[in-house]
Structures are given as structure tokens and as C-alpha cells.
């Protein structure tokens, strides 16, 4: 029997120390915090979005960042078995559009109160409001953790701190300095899945809080001509910007695009957004002139009620540049064109980023290339492991990076 430490109690921590302790080994979970699982809580705006029904061959290809890495971690550790795992502790799940697997109650603390129910079960020791002050090693070797409270003999760790993103939770980048003291490389820290600053303020401002739901949107590389992401479904605008699923998703893809600070500050990256993207440009045209027949005696102003949410009709008036007062039969065929271009083409310029406090996950961490990616041991220090989001692995929404957790963790977890 070996004892195992797990620094921090997120998913990721949580799954390594219920699976080392499965394998009969002694387990402790070192928390900062007061409480496990602080920033399982948040996701999926409280409702956890636990993994997605996609195969696992898919999940590659929404991890954009090193998601080949995963390879035998999602092999190890499927969606199905945090299903059935969640399953046997008696949490029913439910699928909902995109693939999202959401628990049936819609309460993110039931799906943490599985994973604490396992724990007890297997007497895993929870030592809380606890910090790691420095991993002791000999020869390559771990002999020992350092907390701010006592000296902890040991020669497994799984470190499993998070990433930088949401800090109040406890992910405050504790593990990189850990990981750096040891000869580990720390990969550039960034925010990934986080909202986007424009430099059209004033428009997101106007619109600050309204919500578009089956909208496609293209972000595009002016330079090159080139579409660097496309996708579908929701966004929102806020007082800086953009944000929801759609927007944030993006920004996992733009983080990694060559060159992106100078090209957000040279205003060379715009986002095109199709506010129906359901009717082709004569479509669209078609539908207008039908609203249009039946407003013809009414002011332009008044006009675009049933094709636009209120709150947009203001600004689309502006900047169609079409008098507001003018008689809709007054409306020429080239002022009509001007609006269906505008709804198939609402352009915002991209600014940047918000600050990686405010993102859900952080792209970069420790450096895939000094990890196995088969047990997640370090190749640097023996009996060291890793799991989670300290990981340099980073994917889109929609349940992936939970599922990281999960099978990292596990992996961690077998292998100690």
C-alpha cells in the first residue's frame, strides 16, 4: 500500500484520489480551500455541464489545445463511465442541444455531492484549508510534501491545483510555481473560453444583455482574407463586448491563431455575424418586402418589429443610414439590399481578450512534452503526476474539459 497525495480537490483531483484509493492505496487530498470542488459548482452557470454524448474519437477535435495528448487518457476514461459512475452513486443524467450531458436535477452541487459521497466511502482523508507549500525531493525523487501546517512523508503526488481562471474558486496558479520549482516548463498562460472586447463599444453597449440564440458567426482574418473559426448557436452582448457559448468557444480557437496580439491591435480581426442565417440573401430580401407590405403606411422606425429584436432595431436603423421617418413604400430597392446585407453581416472588430480571471479555463501549463501521456507521470521527477487543468490541454465548451478532468485523473490515479 502506497500513500498517495492529491494536491487540490477540483474534478480532476477528486477522480485521481477515489481511483488511487480504489487500487488499495492510502489517500489524502490536499485543499486550499475550505471545500472541495469550489469550481465544479460554477460550471455550466450552475447546472454542470458533466461531458458530451460525442464518441471520444471527437473530443480530440474540440480539444484544440495538444487534445492528441489525451489520446489514452479519454481511452482510459470515457464520457460513458462518468455516466455510470455518477449512475451508481445515484445521479440520473439528460442530454440537451450540442451533445451536452446535464444532471437530471439541473443542480451542479448533486453531481459534487457524488463525488464526496465516493470519498467518504473509500476514507480518503480530506485535509482542507490546507496549502502546499513545496514538494521535498531527493535524487529525482519524492520523499516528502511541506504544507503550511505539517511535513506529510510520501513518495506519490498527483498534482491536480487548476489553472489560473476563476480565482475565487481556489485556481490561482499555485501548481505552476510547484511544478516550475521541480524542472518543469510552464507553457504561456492565457485565457481560454473567455469573452472578446470590441472596438465597436458603443454598439455593445446599446445592446448590453441581449441575447441572440441561432445566429452563425465567422471570425475572419482580414489580412489574409481568411475564416480562422465559424460556428453556430447563441452569443451575448455585454458592456465591453461579446460573451456566450458561440464567442467563447472562439476565443479557444483565436488564442492559438499566429501572431494574434499584433493582429487585434492592427483592427485585422472581425467577427461576421448571420442574424438569420436560416434564409439565403433573396430569402431574407423576400421576407422584408412581405413585412414592408404590411407596414407600408407606417415610418421605417416601425417596420423591422417582427424580424429583429427591439433592442437592435435602433442601431441596425443607424447603421443602414436610412431616415428613421421615412414611409417603408417609400424604401428603395438599394436601402432594401443595404439592410439585408447588415443582417447577414453585423461586423464587430475584435479588440482582445477579457483578463484570464474572467475566463473559464486557462490555455497553457505544464508542458505535455515532459509528461507520459500514458500514466501522466512527470518524465522529470519520479512519482510525480499531473491532472487536469494544470495540464497545457485546453478545449471548447460543451462538457470537454470536465471530461479532461475526469480522465486525466483517473489516469493519474491508476498509475500511481
Same mark, same amino acid.
Given at each position: ?11 480532476? !483531483? ?25 469550481? @465544479?459548482?460554477?460550471?455550466?452557470? !450552475? ?38 459512475? @455518477?449512475?451508481?452513486?445515484? &445521479? ?75 480565482? &475565487? ?94 493582429? @487585434? ?18 430569402? @431574407?430580401?423576400? *421576407?422584408?418586402? *412581405? ?44 436601402? *432594401? ?16 481578450? *477579457? ?62
Amino acid at each position: 500500500m502506497e500513500r498517495v497525495i492529491v494536491v487540490g480537490g477540483g474534478p480532476a !483531483g477528486m477522480m485521481a484520489a477515489i481511483t488511487a484509493a480504489e487500487n488499495g492505496n492510502e489517500v489524502i487530498i490536499i485543499e486550499k480551500m475550505s471545500s472541495l470542488g469550489r469550481k @465544479l459548482l460554477i460550471t455550466g452557470k !450552475g447546472r454542470c455541464n458533466i461531458t458530451s454524448s460525442l464518441y471520444m474519437s471527437e473530443f480530440i477535435k474540440n480539444t484544440p489545445g495538444n487534445g492528441k495528448f489525451l489520446y489514452s487518457a479519454f481511452q482510459n476514461y470515457t464520457n460513458k463511465d462518468i455516466i455510470e459512475f @455518477l449512475k451508481e452513486q445515484g &445521479l440520473e443524467v439528460k442530454e440537451e442541444r450540442g451533445n451536452r450531458i446535464f444532471p437530471i436535477t439541473d443542480k451542479s452541487v448533486d453531481v459534487l455531492n457524488c463525488f464526496i459521497k465516493k470519498i467518504k466511502e473509500l476514507n480518503i482523508q480530506c485535509k482542507l484549508d490546507t496549502a502546499v507549500e513545496k514538494i521535498l525531493v531527493q535524487n529525482n525523487e519524492i520523499i516528502a510534501v511541506r504544507t503550511n501546517k505539517e511535513m506529510i512523508k510520501t513518495n506519490k503526488v498527483i498534482l491536480a491545483t487548476g489553472g489560473k481562471s476563476y480565482p &475565487l474558486t481556489g485556481s490561482t496558479g499555485d501548481g505552476y510555481n510547484i511544478a516550475k520549482s521541480l524542472g518543469h516548463t510552464i507553457e504561456k498562460i492565457k485565457p481560454s473560453l473567455v469573452p472578446l472586447e470590441v472596438y465597436e463599444k458603443e454598439y455593445c453597449q446599446s445592446l448590453q444583455g441581449l441575447s441572440l440564440r441561432n445566429i452563425e458567426i465567422k471570425i475572419i482574418d482580414k489580412d489574409k482574407k481568411k475564416t480562422i473559426y465559424e460556428d453556430f448557436g447563441e452569443m451575448i452582448f455585454t458592456h465591453f463586448g461579446i460573451s456566450g457559448p458561440t464567442i467563447l468557444s472562439a476565443s479557444a480557437h483565436l488564442i492559438k491563431y499566429k501572431d494574434i496580439d499584433y493582429l @487585434l491591435k492592427k483592427k485585422n480581426i472581425v467577427i461576421n455575424i448571420d442574424l438569420k442565417p436560416a434564409l439565403s440573401e433573396e430569402q @431574407l430580401d423576400e *421576407r422584408i418586402l *412581405r413585412d414592408f407590405k404590411e407596414f407600408k403606411n407606417k415610418q421605417f422606425k416601425h417596420s423591422l418589429d417582427k424580424l429583429l429584436p427591439k433592442k437592435m432595431i435602433p442601431l441596425i436603423i443607424k447603421l443602414s443610414k436610412i431616415n428613421e421617418d421615412k414611409k417603408v413604400n417609400e424604401i428603395t430597392k438599394e436601402e *432594401r439590399k443595404k439592410i439585408v446585407e447588415l443582417l447577414k453581416n453585423f461586423t464587430i472588430t475584435i479588440k482582445d481578450f *477579457r483578463p484570464v480571471d474572467e475566463a473559464i479555463i486557462t490555455c497553457g501549463g505544464i508542458s505535455t512534452k515532459e509528461i507520459n501521456p500514458k500514466t501522466m507521470e512527470s518524465k522529470i521527477i519520479k512519482g510525480l503526476y499531473f491532472a487536469g487543468e494544470i495540464i497545457d490541454v485546453d478545449a471548447y465548451t460543451g462538457g470537454f474539459n470536465l471530461q479532461i478532468a475526469y480522465s486525466t485523473g483517473y489516469t493519474a490515479g491508476m498509475s500511481v
